[in-house]
């Protein structure tokens, strides 16, 4: 079975430092991929960054980065330079690449910018 | 491009009524997915269709709850009858494949309340 564990319900950071939001996953699947999404106070979830289970880099999308430690079967997310508009839910998410690449999700972390 | 409408932003019904939500994915996504997100909880996968065809109904509550995704494109996820444990936010969204590596794309959300 899939499973994915966000052990911090609330994280808070100063305007303009880096923080990083864990994410642990479980799976018996060889091949997957996971998945970060922002959920502002308005409710959309946003699609931030994607990691495919062989790639040999981390990924990054500007101020977003995922350290990958794939022995480890960790994702977190490292957001540099933190904005006031950061505030917000976030998400981690996996979907095997095996029966119907069913997508789950962790119950998130809530992430509070300080000025 | 259009994003993930959908349609009301906001119910309120009694239990026991019934209640119907709508969903217009992005233009040539042929993968359309329905999730229940309760208060504090990650969004949860109830259905996914592939064109007009179901992927996975695994977690959909077939006594109660229906789907449909006529001719591949809009779909529609109904409830008959309401329960109080269905008061949630239902997320609508899409994605050009069924692809492990495919982000979705998500509508607003709406919020059901049930009294």
């Known amino acids: 079975a899939q499973k994915i564990t966000q052990t911090q319900p609330g994280m808070f950071v100063q305007e303009k430092e880096a923080v990083t939001l864990d994410c642990t996953y479980d799976?018996?699947?060889?091949?997957?991929?996971l998945f970060w999404y922002k959920q502002p106070s308005s409710g959309e979830m946003i699609f931030l960054i994607y990691q495919g289970s062989y790639d040999q880099q981390n990924a990054t999308e500007g101020r977003y980065s995922l350290n990958f430690q794939k022995a480890r079967k960790s994702a977190n997310l490292v957001i540099s330079a933190s904005q006031l508009g950061d505030s917000a839910m976030y998400f981690c998410a996996m979907r095997g690449y095996t029966g119907g690449f069913k997508t789950i999700f962790g119950a998130g972390t809530r992430l509070f910018v300080k000025a | 491009e259009a994003g993930v409408a959908q349609s009301p932003r906001y119910k309120i019904i009694e239990k026991r009524q019934s209640v119907a939500f709508w969903c217009n994915p992005i233009?040539?996504?042929?993968?359309l997915y329905w999730y229940q997100q309760i208060l504090g909880q990650g969004p949860k996968l109830l259905i996914q269709f592939q064109n007009n065809g179901v992927v996975d109904d695994s977690q959909l509550p077939k006594d109660r709850f229906s789907a449909e995704r006529l001719k591949g494109v809009d779909s529609t996820l109904k409830i008959q009858p309401a329960k109080l444990e269905d008061s949630a936010v239902y997320l609508c969204?899409?994605?050009?494949?069924?692809?492990?590596?495919?982000?979705?794309?998500f509508g607003d959300g709406t919020r059901l309340s049930i009294l």
């Open positions: 799976t018996s699947d060889p091949s997957y991929g």
């Open positions: 969204a899409s994605s050009l494949g069924a692809g492990g590596n495919q982000p979705q794309h």
């Open positions: 233009s040539g996504h042929a993968t």
